[in-house]
């Protein structure tokens, strides 16, 4: 089992510069979430899915677009990037929906992101 | 607003025991988790509390007392490889995380 798997691990990119964050699991979780992580600040939520074909936004949704043809693969879209999209991203899923019953979320590896 | 407030940085010695505390405000309460993350790594499950009391699992135990929005994650026979990050997670009662900066715990020999 994989589990989750983000490409790529590290990416750098000019101000206005489009690129699309991937992330696949192989645990046929219906819940599916991105989330960036700034220096002393919690994880905060860009956009989540609770199954194929539905998305919604989180906490940080602005500059951010994300789609779910699957239920394997949920990528984050960067339409175009700004300085202030400089962070680490993690893409997490769950088997369960709205309800986190087991309370675990399963992460990717992180993709390291910097906006010049 | 909604916050969870946890300590920015904790020392202890290997052998010891240390207590991370959370304290939190938020709309509603589904549930409270506890999450380890190594440097450059991603966070790993490590606790749920849902009801008051204590949970134990193994060197770590986590705590939760609802009424004063309070939790603590305790690890004891502390080993150099828990030198980490550790999350606090509140689930609210639209079944969102709200996450703490995270306690970095040092451990030195």
């Known amino acids: 089992n994989a589990g989750v798997t983000q490409t790529p691990k590290f990416q750098v990119l000019k101000t206005g510069q489009s690129m699309t964050l991937q992330c696949a699991q192989d645990?046929?979780?219906?819940?599916m979430s991105w989330y960036r992580q700034d220096p002393g600040m919690g994880l905060r939520l860009i956009h989540y899915s609770v199954g194929a074909g539905i998305t919604d936004q989180g906490e940080v949704p602005n500059g951010y677009n994300v789609s779910r043809s699957t239920t394997e693969d949920f990528p984050l879209r960067l339409l175009s990037a700004a300085p202030s999209q400089t962070s680490v991203y993690f893409c997490a899923s769950s088997s369960t929906g709205t309800e986190l019953n087991t309370g675990e979320l399963f992460f990717g590896e992180g993709s390291r992101l910097t906006v010049l | 607003g909604q916050n969870i407030d946890q300590p920015t940085e904790m020392t202890a010695t290997e052998g010891a025991i240390v207590q991370i505390n959370c304290t939190y405000q938020?709309?509603?309460?589904?549930?409270l988790f506890w999450y380890q993350q190594h440097a450059g790594e991603a966070p790993t499950f490590l606790s749920y509390n849902v009801l008051d009391g204590l949970e134990e699992k193994g060197r770590f135990s986590s705590f939760l007392s609802r009424s004063k929005g309070y939790s603590y994650l305790l690890l004891k026979e502390l080993q150099m490889k828990d030198s980490a990050s550790y999350l606090c997670?509140?689930?609210?009662?639209?079944?969102?995380?709200?996450w703490g900066a995270g306690t970095k715990l040092i451990i030195k020999p």
């Open positions: 645990m046929n979780h219906e819940y």
């Open positions: 938020t709309s509603g309460f589904n549930g």
């Open positions: 997670a509140v689930l609210d009662s639209n079944y969102q995380l709200i």
